[in-house]
């Protein structure tokens, strides 16, 4: 792992800044009292919850802080950093700003990782299953669409939820065999669904690594092919947040799906970006405001101004 590490200081103190290959980087505070270490991760936070622009975009970052303790978890500055990295992952994994370093998260993340080697296997042996949630036109009071939800039936764990394996996935190969067999699980449900007489559409949630795959709009045309689907019952689901690693691509797969008559939507909108410029450009036809903003709005005139600024954004793009 590449590291450079630079002096600096902060308040009068010294402290070393080490820069770290990907989306990390470590802050090494020598002798600093434990509230202190407190007041830093706050200011760190408030820091990381603040927008950033770039290029007229505006960048919604956030970010996640591990801490390790020189000598209680490591006597040297390399293993220093790879607990406060095991750190930073747990606090990910349990949706957490922070996190101190213990043994507990050591074992928690082997297990997590020993479930990784079993993900291919548990593909090709049928342990993955994928549930339907209902979505309901309030107005018809009848079910018009359906969202896939993964689910995996590990033999010793139980049933195992997306969150505790997917984003295990999505900086590998396996992100591509699993988000197929998502999408052909789906349409292949939904196609018999439809062939029974039913008005229903499908939404497959993609993965930000399959957005920038050359071929995955021929995957989902291939899919289509072989179940007599009609691409306008697909809807693709897109984080928001997901379109970060590449909008060039992002936005150019999204346009070829659209193309071939598959529906687009921004899901968890308003978490991510907020840049009208880019929301103009996206080939979107459903926005689905997170749900942060939607629990509260009856209660809340902020959240409920939010949601309907959102409503009539949306129809202004789509009607002028």
């Not at 600093?32 to 603040?50: A, N, T």
């Not at 999408?183 to 669904?193: D, I, P």
Request: aromatic share 8%; net charge negative; hydrophobic share 40%.
């Amino acid at each position: 792992m590449p590291l450079v590490i630079g002096k600096g200081s902060q308040e009068g103190e010294d402290k070393f800044i080490a820069i770290i290959e990907g989306v990390y980087f470590a802050i090494f505070y020598p002798n600093i009292e434990k509230g202190s270490l407190h007041r830093v991760i706050k200011r760190l936070i408030s820091f990381l919850d603040k927008p950033v622009n770039l290029q007229n975009i505006t960048l919604d970052i956030g970010g996640h802080i591990g801490t390790s303790k020189w000598p209680v978890d490591a006597n040297n500055a390399e293993n220093l950093i790879r607990k406060a990295m095991m750190a930073v992952r747990a606090a990910k994994w349990a949706n957490k700003t922070d996190q101190e370093y213990s043994r507990n998260i050591d074992n928690y993340s082997t297990k997590r990782l020993s479930l990784m080697g079993e993900i291919k296997h548990a593909i090709d042996n049928n342990e993955l299953d994928v549930f339907f949630h209902p979505k309901i036109d309030i107005q018809a009071d009848t079910v018009v669409s359906m969202e896939a939800l993964l689910r995996w039936r590990h033999p010793t764990r139980g049933m195992i939820q997306p969150g505790d394996f997917v984003e295990l996935t999505e900086g590998t190969r396996i992100i591509h065999p699993l988000m197929q067999f998502v999408l052909e699980a789906s349409v292949r449900h939904c196609s018999q669904l439809v062939r029974e007489g039913y008005e229903i559409t499908v939404a497959v949630n993609v993965f930000a690594r399959n957005l920038v795959q050359e071929d995955f709009h021929q995957l989902v045309m291939r899919v289509l092919r072989v179940h007599k689907f009609d691409p306008g019952k697909l809807i693709i689901e897109v984080l928001e947040s997901s379109m970060i690693e590449d909008m060039e691509n992002t936005l150019g797969t999204l346009k070829k799906l659209e193309s071939i008559g598959v529906r687009i939507s921004l899901d968890d909108f308003g978490t991510g970006y907020s840049s009208l410029a880019y929301l103009k450009r996206l080939p979107v036809h459903e926005i689905k405001n997170d749900r942060s903003f939607v629990k509260d709005m009856e209660a809340n005139h902020e959240d409920r101004l939010i949601i309907e600024s959102t409503l009539a954004l949306r129809m202004s793009l789509v009607y002028g």
